[in-house]
């Protein structure tokens, strides 16, 4: 069993910075495929970025590309993202998830932390 544990968001004006955290237990976090997901209120959860386990492999969507980052540090057993420039449209429950099917095809991510919220305001 994986547990996930987000941290970071808040209230923050547009144009500004946050950093989200997502802490996972497991002692083969170096193995998990790590995505960040985000859901606004009365819309689907949609993918934002997606970072594989050896950190070579990294995906956005188009929506965040040039904004923001993610990292993972394997030692920590923590993801990251680092979000910059942030629009009002940004506003969302931010959510990691972890995938644990190896590092090839699509990724399935059955693992889900409870989320953080982000708001940003215009």
């Known amino acids: 069993q994986v547990q996930l544990v987000e941290s970071g968001g808040g209230l923050v004006q547009a144009g500004g910075s946050l950093r989200l955290s997502c802490a996972a237990s497991?002692?083969?976090?170096?193995?998990?495929?790590m995505g960040w997901f985000r859901q606004a209120p009365g819309k689907e959860r949609d993918f934002v970025a997606s970072?594989?386990?050896?950190?070579?492999?990294?995906y956005y969507a188009d929506s965040v590309k040039g904004r923001f980052t993610i990292s993972r540090d394997n030692a920590k057993n923590t993801v990251y993202l680092q979000m910059n420039s942030l629009k009002f449209e940004d506003t969302a429950v931010y959510y990691c998830?972890?995938?644990?099917?190896?590092?090839?095809?699509?990724?399935?991510?059955?693992?889900w932390g409870q989320g953080t919220q982000v708001n940003v305001s215009s």
């Open positions: 998830a972890a995938d644990l099917t190896g590092p090839y095809g699509t990724p399935k991510y059955d693992y």
């Open positions: 497991g002692r083969t976090f170096r193995t998990y495929r």
């Open positions: 970072i594989s386990s050896t950190g070579i492999n990294i």
